[in-house]
């Protein structure tokens, strides 16, 4: 990469933007719960890093990983723990030094606190005491994997977060029925030790055709992102024995509408909706297809999500 980058006039531009963060309102008697880079050092925000050097002490749900990134950005500000077998005791603590004006911050091991981490019960109670939340938003496993996935669009933005399946098989398979019934992507974690077995459990309940994105070590230097049938993920996985390391995002795509697209409407139906496609997008056709027709939205919008794809696919300007 050809940076180009003049250091000097660059340094300069970053010291302005950080004076003119320093002038922002950092109100005291506040919880700054604050995001933190997921692997790469360099996603940590301006905002994020004044903050946390501003702070009169941070809440760590690890203190040596959240020491390790301080030193790196040359933060000193103490810290507190605060994880999940201590996290009430936290935020009494928390709550205490609130009431003497301090501002105080929340962070994880990476990426958002209180988000599938420690935190929601210190945010709550920091809540129920009166006190001011800030979040400052920041990097995102979840977001990343769902960036790189396709498996969202505008014209259907929706996703369901999961977080970690339970451990046991029998609980697990059931555990991914009920949220793979959704009909969005599904984004979850999962542990190396437990990948294959998921996989297995994936392919048997959501059948091998259903497309899967398997995301590891995102913005690290080893990130790999594969997107294919989960039937063809083990293999993938095991073409490489460096592929099951790491830390993993699945998102698992939304299923392909059931039955034959072509036999959920009615003639008269399909060509009112092929009109409104021809000038609307998805989600307005549909919206108005509904109230014209009476019809389920879901019906609607897979005929025309499929209509839509369909004729992109046609479509030589489409595709560049």
């Known amino acids: ?153 505008d014209d259907a933005p929706g996703f369901a977060f999961a977080g970690f399946p339970p451990n046991k098989p029998a609980a697990r398979r059931k555990w991914l029925e009920q949220w793979l019934a959704w009909p969005v992507p599904v984004v979850f974690f999962e542990a190396p030790h437990r990948l294959g077995a998921t996989l297995d459990d994936l392919a048997q309940v959501a059948g091998g055709d259903r497309v899967l994105t398997l995301a590891r070590e995102l913005t690290k230097r080893f990130e790999e992102i594969s997107t294919l049938p989960v039937g063809a993920m083990r293999e993938w996985l095991g073409a490489d024995t460096h592929r099951g390391q790491g830390e993993f995002v699945l998102v698992m795509h939304a299923a392909a509408p059931q039955g034959p697209v072509d036999d959920m409407l009615s003639s008269e139906h399909e060509r009112l909706m092929a009109a409104l496609l021809a000038e609307l997008s998805v989600r307005d056709a549909v919206r108005i297809g509904v109230q014209a027709t009476g019809l389920p939205r879901d019906r609607l919008y897979a005929w025309a999500l499929a209509h839509h794809r369909r004729e992109d696919a046609a479509d030589p300007e489409a595709r560049a």
């Open 1 to 153: 990469m050809n940076d180009g980058l003049d250091w000097e006039n660059a340094g300069l531009t970053w010291k302005r933007h950080a004076e003119q963060v320093v002038e922002q309102n950092w109100p005291s008697a506040c919880l700054y719960v604050v995001a933190t880079p997921i692997g790469n050092l360099a996603d940590m925000s301006l905002r994020a890093w004044q903050a946390l050097r501003g702070c009169d002490a941070v809440a760590a749900e690890d203190t040596r990983t959240t020491r390790a990134l301080f030193d790196a950005w040359g933060i000193r500000t103490p810290l507190l723990a605060a994880h999940r077998h201590n996290e009430q005791q936290a935020a009494d603590t928390i709550v205490q030094r609130l009431a003497e004006g301090q501002r105080v911050a929340l962070v994880s091991d990476a990426g958002a606190p209180a988000v599938s981490d420690p935190g929601a019960r210190i945010v709550r109670c920091v809540q129920a005491a009166g006190y001011r939340v800030m979040p400052l938003p920041g990097p995102s496993a979840v977001i990343a994997a769902l960036m790189a996935s396709g498996a969202t669009s």
